[in-house]
């Protein structure tokens, strides 16, 4: 069976800095159609983003700002999970992996 795939609504930031300190998973709310939200952990292989965000800036004060707190958000004890919703829902915008996310100085 297929890992299922995620798309990023909230949070791209936060899955970039997980990606680059070499967490494997992140705390998410997953969003589904009649569902209720539910909170989960996802595989940050399993995360793609607004193709529009191919590139974020890593000397941005939200970025470091986000870095600085990723203890905080990996160990569930910040109330900043992202949110996700699966990924080919209706209305999504293209998207790219996680991994296609470049970090520019």
Do not use: C, F, W
Not at 6 to 26: D, K, M, Q, S
Not at 36 to 63: E, F, G, M, N
């Amino acid at each position: 069976m297929d890992e299922p795939r995620y798309y990023i609504e909230n949070g791209v930031h936060r899955a970039v800095a997980a990606r680059e300190a070499g967490a494997p998973t992140l705390p998410a709310v997953l969003y589904r159609d009649g569902r209720p939200p539910q909170l989960v952990v996802v595989r940050i292989a399993a995360l793609h983003v607004p193709a529009t965000k191919d590139a974020l800036s890593r000397t941005s004060s939200r970025y470091r700002r986000v870095e600085a707190a990723l203890p905080q958000i990996l160990a569930g004890t910040m109330n900043a999970p992202i949110e996700v919703q699966p990924l080919g829902v209706r209305g999504q915008s293209a998207s790219i992996p996680l991994a296609s996310v470049r970090l520019e100085l």
